[in-house]
T-cell receptor, first 115, second 114 residues
Framework: KAGVTQTPRYLIKTRGQQVTLSCSPISGHRSVSWYQQTPGQGLQFLFEYFSETQRNKGNFPGRFSGRQFSNSRSEMNVSTLELGDSALYLC??????????????FGPGTRLTVL | AQKVTQAQTEISVVEKEDVTLDCVYETRDTTYYLFWYKQPPSGELVFLIRRNSFDEQNEISGRYSWNFQKSTSSFNFTITASQVVDSAVYFCALSDNYGQNFVFGPGTRLSVLP
């Protein structure tokens, strides 16, 4: 079974631009979560999507948004990039039914650098 | 609120030594899940183990073992006879029963020296 894939793997943007990251979950997984990882803040939860609906959201500004498609693929968008948005963005998928939790499996991440 | 503490920021050991990584968690839930993940230099988080709050049995998998103690809210991870390939950052994580509050600890960077 193929793992979680994320594209692109590396991205360089400048302040003020916007960026879209993509995540394809493991086949059959319906939940996709996004995390931001920085040396200073560690792994921070951004949001989770389940069956095309945002089910949970972390404490991030509205510049961070996401969506999930009917095939469970998810995209994350960051608008008006700031230097502090430079981070490794990790996507995780799980077969969460909504009534119980399952293990999250992570993709390789997208390393975003904002200049 | 849920919280995970990994007091050891960095640990260095020499190959073949045993090493224990500590994890202490806080939650008000009666049903919850604990996880350990490994993040090698490549960056991808690798799942190691999941344990639910009703299963306090210790687990051994090869050189890895986990000690879950609800009385002290701890879920420690021991690597026996460490190897250079074990060098990575190890994260302990906590989730509620519905997977909607997934919290990671700050991680412990393990360096295994040859």
């Amino acid at each position: 079974k193929a793992g979680v894939t994320q594209t692109p793997r590396y991205l360089i943007k400048t302040r003020g631009q916007q960026v879209t990251l993509s995540c394809s979950p493991i086949s059959g997984h319906r939940s996709v979560s996004w995390y931001q990882q920085t040396p200073g803040q560690g792994l921070q939860f951004l949001f989770e999507y389940f069956s095309e609906t945002q089910r949970n959201k972390g404490n991030f500004p509205g510049r961070f948004s996401g969506r999930q498609f009917s095939n469970s693929r998810s995209e994350m968008n960051v608008s008006t990039l700031e230097l502090g948005d430079s981070a490794l963005y990790l996507c995780a998928s799980s077969f969460t039914s909504g009534y119980s939790t399952d293990t999250q499996y992570f993709g390789p991440g997208t390393r975003l650098t904002v200049l | 609120a849920q919280k995970v503490t990994q007091a050891q920021t960095e640990i260095s050991v020499v190959e073949k030594e045993d090493v224990t990584l500590d994890c202490v968690y806080e939650t008000r839930d009666t049903t919850y899940y604990l996880f350990w993940y490994k993040q090698p230099p490549s960056g991808e988080l690798v799942f190691l183990i999941r344990r639910n709050s009703f299963d306090e049995q210790n687990e051994i998998s090869g050189r890895y073992s986990w000690n879950f103690q609800k009385s002290t809210s701890s879920f420690n991870f021991t690597i026996t006879a460490s190897q250079v390939v074990d060098s990575a950052v190890y994260f302990c994580a906590l989730s509620d029963n519905y997977g909607q509050n997934f919290v990671f600890g700050p991680g412990t960077r393990l360096s295994v020296l040859p």
